[in-house]
Every structure is written in C-alpha cells, then in structure tokens.
C-alpha cells in the first residue's frame, strides 16, 4: 500500500462565508442569498460535484493515451438531487446526502464508439473522487475544544 | 419528497487544467507539477475535501442557536488517505477512493463540554456532504460523442 495523504482547511468567517485552503491554494465557498449567504462564492454541494467532474476529466485526460482514445474535448455537465426534507430535518426517514448523481459526458473524439463507451466506465472506475462516493471512505472525527 | 437540483459544470482545458463552474461562479482545478498539472488551482481531492469541510462549517453556523451553542469559532483540518497502488492500478484489489477522512475540528465555544460533543456528532450526520460519502448516491453517467 502507498498511502498520501490529502490535505485542506476549512474557516468559518463571517456568516456562511467559508475560507477554504490547500497547499498554496485557496477558494472561498458560501451559499447563495437565499440559503441565507452573501454569495461570495459556489456552495459546498456545488463544489463537491465540481470536485467529481473534474477528477473524471484529469483521469480522461491521464488514460486517453493508455486506452488509444483520440482525446479533443472533454466536459462533465453534472446534476445532484438533494431532498431538502432531509436535509432541513423535516422527514427523519429522508436521505440527507445526494440522492442521485447524473454525470453528463461529453466527449469529442474520433475513436470507435464501442471504445469511448468501455473508456468512459474505465473513468468512472477509476476517478478517486467517484470511488469515494460510490464505496465509502472510514469517517473520523477529532473534535478540539477551545473555551 | 422537496427535491432541489444542484449543478456544475466541468470543462478539461490543457493539460490536467479543469475549468469548473456553478452558476456565477468559477474555480480551476489542477495538479501539482510532480502529478503532471501546472498547479494553478488545488486538485479535486483537496476540493472534495473542503467541500466537506465547508458543508461542515455552514451546517454548525445554521444550526447552533437552535442547539443553543455558543459558536465563537469553527475550523475544520481535513485528511484523506488515498492508495495510490488503487488509483494507479497497481493492486486491482487496493481501494480506489479514500481509504480514510480525518476531519479535525477545533471550536472555540463557552457551552458544556458534552452539548459541544452532542453538536459536532449532530454536524457529522446532518451534514449533506458528509452524507453523500457515507451513504452513496446513486451514480448515473450519460454519455455523448461528437465527431
């Protein structure tokens, strides 16, 4: 096994404004107005799937080669159904998480059909991110309390 | 059921380079140069992990008057054990998305130690994203190809 470790932070500021940062990079995630933010940014869920979308198109883009799929555009429109009632506490039997994820390919490629349909599974397969939420990683919590 | 739809859109440019987009908003995703990217922009494990550790955030502030916390501050350290013999396969028996999330979480707060514990247990189930990894979504790719 050759474990590396992933890392990042996550602020509370002002509201629902929420500083995010890893390694030397950082992005601000929020919700919108009507969620009760100031929009300064994309919500955590949108964020979550733009992670999903974006690991399927670095791993298109790392195999395309290995698989011998001519690679020219490749695009992940993504939808995830939540169920607020869950969400809100308002049916304790309701899912809280995503329902259903629809990713939506699209690829432009001059490689048979049979061959970009097989690559396409091989992404889904393969993509960390999508293995994460399809085979579910152990969840810790350590909790640090400051008075 | 008061389903609600969220979505993103994720667009491979050059390189391992990722254009993503959620409504107004926007983010590049990346990888470091020594995995093949040109590190403008976190990788979508990092931001799958804010993405958690942000939900996090949000759900505490939304949630504290109502469990009557004291809620001064909230920080969340996040860690992700990735096997990298799955993702790259070279053990087709070796897990291919986290193996294991830490989410450390440090809160500055004048309540009782134990409604503080209750809180955060109350955080990691009601948490949507949280949720998703723990409790999968159905997973539905759709597939279209330009010539």
Same mark, same amino acid.
């Given at each position: $096994?050759?474990?590396?470790?992933?890392?990042?932070? !996550?602020? &509370?500021?002002?509201?629902?404004?929420?500083?995010?940062?890893?390694?030397?990079?950082?992005?601000?995630?929020?919700?919108?107005?009507?969620?009760?933010? !100031?929009?300064?940014? $994309?919500?955590?869920? /949108?964020?979550? &799937?733009?992670? &999903?979308?974006?690991?399927?198109?670095?791993?298109?883009?790392?195999?395309?080669?290995?698989? /011998?799929?001519?690679?020219?555009?490749?695009?992940?429109?993504? /939808?995830?159904? &939540?169920?607020?009632?869950?969400? +809100?506490?308002?049916?304790?039997?309701?899912?809280?998480?995503?329902? /259903?994820?629809?990713?939506?390919?699209?690829?432009?490629?001059?490689?048979?059909?049979?061959?970009?349909?097989?690559?396409?599974?091989? @992404?889904?397969?393969?993509?960390?991110?999508?293995?994460?939420?399809?085979?579910?990683?152990? +969840?810790?919590?350590?909790? !640090? @309390?400051?008075?």
């Amino acid at each position: $096994m050759a474990v590396e470790v992933f890392k990042s932070t !996550t602020k &509370l500021t002002e509201g629902v404004k929420v500083e995010c940062t890893a390694r030397n990079h950082s992005l601000v995630l929020d919700e919108p107005k009507e969620l009760g933010g !100031t929009d300064t940014g $994309m919500n955590p869920l /949108e964020a979550a &799937l733009c992670a &999903l979308g974006a690991c399927k198109c670095i791993v298109a883009r790392l195999f395309a080669k290995a698989h /011998e799929i001519d690679l020219q555009d490749f695009k992940v429109d993504l /939808e995830g159904d &939540l169920d607020m009632d869950g969400v +809100m506490g308002k049916n304790k039997d309701a899912k809280i998480g995503f329902l /259903e994820i629809r990713s939506k390919v699209y690829i432009k490629s001059g490689s048979p059909k049979d061959k970009v349909e097989e690559f396409v599974r091989f @992404i889904d397969k393969t993509c960390p991110v999508a293995a994460s939420l399809a085979d579910s990683p152990k +969840m810790v919590t350590e909790l !640090t @309390i400051e008075k």
